[in-house]
């Protein structure tokens, strides 16, 4: 099992900058790629940025691309995304998620935290 726990949502100005944190605990010596999704209501997850634990190689949806930034501590124990120029259109709920061997996809999912940018 992993736990995961998202923190630094918030309400921010159209133009300025987030970080999210995502503290992992559990069995994280399993974990092989993490990600982060957005949810807005009456819509599904959409994946924002993944990552692959071992190596740190990244990938962004192009809407992000050049404005955020996923990233994880040396020791593999926090997940960031650093969220500059943030738009109306980036407010969501956003989860942090794992990929972890024995596991079907993206298995281990926060509790999510919400992101509100106002125009």
């Known amino acids: 099992q992993v736990q995961l726990v998202e923190s630094g949502g918030g309400l921010v100005q159209a133009g300025g900058s987030l970080r999210l944190s995502c503290a992992l605990s559990?069995?994280?010596?399993?974990?092989?790629?993490m990600a982060w999704f957005r949810q807005v209501p009456g819509k599904d997850h959409d994946s924002v940025a993944t990552?692959?634990?071992?190596?740190?190689?990244?990938s962004y949806v192009d809407s992000v691309q050049g404005r955020f930034t996923i990233s994880r501590d040396n020791a593999k124990t926090t997940l960031y995304l650093q969220m500059n120029r943030l738009k109306p259109e980036d407010t969501a709920v956003y989860y942090c998620?794992?990929?972890?061997?024995?596991?079907?996809?993206?298995?281990?999912w926060g509790q999510g935290t919400q992101v509100t940018v106002s125009s």
């Open positions: 998620a794992a990929a972890a061997i024995g596991v079907r996809g993206y298995g281990y």
């Open positions: 990552i692959r634990w071992q190596d740190g190689g990244t």
């Open positions: 559990g069995r994280t010596s399993d974990i092989y790629a």
